[in-house]
């Protein structure tokens, strides 16, 4: 199965559907009247359905099993053709676009099975998804792809050069992926003073976004959050909950870091962890969401 470990969980939704196409009109009409001589035609291939959709990663060996948390099923009656309709939700880390298409089938399948005694003749056609939500494609388009970083790693021995830096990198990656143009990286020592100037100078040459990493521990030189604090405008607590939530769920040691996020006038500041998987987590955590800042922050110029 493909690893999805590095996603976050979101609503999803996915609506399929299946068309059942029967051969005489007296065939609506039994199904209409509840005259099939194997049951309600609608209620049992409703319960197929149910049951069914929990069944789909028993049977396709790529589909992760997940909690189905909605199962809808409608139908349509149109001339001959009966038209399934069927929805299916989860918050999750994947969508149920699978579990949708199976569900319809497994509805129409059973409506075959039911009412191939009283029609020979009955056919099963367009079993397809007619739409999804919830999945970083519904959020691909809406963000703007003129944004400008800088990511600047705070480390005493980086700076050094004993030490090679992997976390700005994994940081800069992310960003690439997300289109956003990275137009500084630098390397700086834990010193208060200097990721203060830092702030200051990228803030003031319109960065849209300033992205440390390092100095977010517990050790006496970890000073990235005493530095930045206090020149933050703002902060907002629900992106720094959203990085350590992420982290938790992976590492127990997630809790001590003191991730910061906050603005200087319409630039975002991000204080992450120096550990290579804790700014990687970290960027996966919140990107490409965090973006939408910008539609807050600057949509009125830029739209």
């Given at each position: 199965?493909?690893?999805?470990?590095?996603?976050?969980?979101?609503?999803?939704?996915?609506?399929?559907?299946?068309?059942?196409?029967?051969?005489?009109?007296?065939?609506?009409?039994?199904?209409?009247?509840?005259?099939?001589?194997?049951?309600?035609?609608?209620?049992?291939?409703?319960?197929?359905?149910?049951?069914?959709?929990?069944?789909?990663?028993?049977?396709?060996?790529?589909?992760?099993?997940?909690?189905?948390?909605?199962?809808?099923?409608?139908?349509?009656?149109?001339?001959?053709?009966?038209?399934?309709?069927f929805?299916?939700?989860t918050?999750?880390?994947?969508?149920?676009?699978?579990?949708a298409?199976?569900?319809?089938?497994?509805?129409a399948?059973?409506m075959y099975?039911?009412?191939?005694?009283?029609?020979?003749?009955?056919?099963?056609?367009?079993?397809k998804?007619?739409?999804k939500?919830?999945?970083?494609s519904?959020?691909?388009?809406?963000f703007?792809?003129?944004?400008?970083?800088?990511?600047?790693?705070?480390?005493?021995?980086?700076?050094?050069?004993?030490?090679?830096?992997?976390a700005?990198?994994?940081?800069?990656?992310?960003?690439?992926?997300?289109?956003?143009?990275?137009?500084?990286?630098?390397?700086?020592?834990?010193e208060?003073?200097?990721?203060?100037r830092?702030?200051?100078?990228?803030?003031?040459?319109?960065?849209?976004?300033?992205?440390?990493?390092?100095?977010?521990?517990?050790?006496?030189?970890?000073?990235?959050?005493?530095?930045?604090?206090?020149?933050?405008d703002?902060?907002?607590?629900?992106?720094?909950?959203?990085?350590?939530?992420?982290?938790?769920?992976r590492m127990?040691?997630?809790?001590?870091?003191?991730?910061?996020?906050?603005?200087?006038?319409?630039?975002?500041?991000l204080?992450?962890?120096?550990?290579?998987?804790?700014?990687?987590?970290?960027?996966?955590?919140?990107?490409?969401?965090?973006?939408?800042?910008?539609?807050?922050?600057?949509?009125?110029?830029?739209?």
């Amino acid at each position: 199965m493909v690893d999805i470990t590095q996603k976050v969980t979101t609503l999803r939704t996915a609506v399929a559907q299946a068309i059942v196409k029967v051969s005489k009109p007296e065939t609506i009409t039994a199904i209409q009247n509840d005259t099939v001589p194997k049951g309600n035609v609608f209620a049992m291939s409703k319960a197929a359905g149910l049951l069914g959709v929990k069944r789909t990663p028993d049977i396709l060996p790529d589909c992760h099993p997940l909690p189905i948390e909605f199962t809808g099923i409608e139908y349509k009656v149109d001339g001959l053709n009966i038209t399934v309709i069927f929805t299916v939700k989860t918050i999750y880390k994947t969508g149920v676009e699978v579990e949708a298409m199976h569900g319809a089938s497994i509805v129409a399948l059973n409506m075959y099975d039911m009412l191939k005694p009283i029609d020979k003749g009955i056919e099963i056609h367009e079993i397809k998804l007619l739409n999804k939500k919830g999945g970083k494609s519904d959020f691909r388009d809406k963000f703007r792809k003129d944004l400008r970083a800088a990511v600047v790693v705070c480390s005493d021995t980086i700076s050094a050069g004993h030490k090679e830096d992997r976390a700005g990198k994994a940081i800069i990656k992310k960003l690439e992926e997300c289109d956003v143009k990275i137009s500084e990286y630098v390397i700086i020592p834990d010193e208060v003073e200097d990721i203060q100037r830092k702030a200051k100078s990228y803030q003031e040459q319109g960065f849209d976004m300033i992205i440390y990493t390092g100095g977010t521990g517990l050790s006496g030189r970890d000073v990235t959050p005493e530095a930045l604090l206090p020149i933050l405008d703002r902060r907002i607590p629900g992106i720094e909950e959203a990085i350590r939530n992420y982290g938790q769920d992976r590492m127990p040691y997630a809790m001590l870091s003191r991730s910061v996020a906050g603005t200087i006038n319409s630039t975002l500041v991000l204080a992450l962890p120096g550990s290579t998987n804790g700014a990687k987590e970290s960027m996966d955590a919140i990107f490409p969401s965090v973006l939408h800042i910008f539609r807050i922050l600057k949509g009125a110029r830029h739209d």
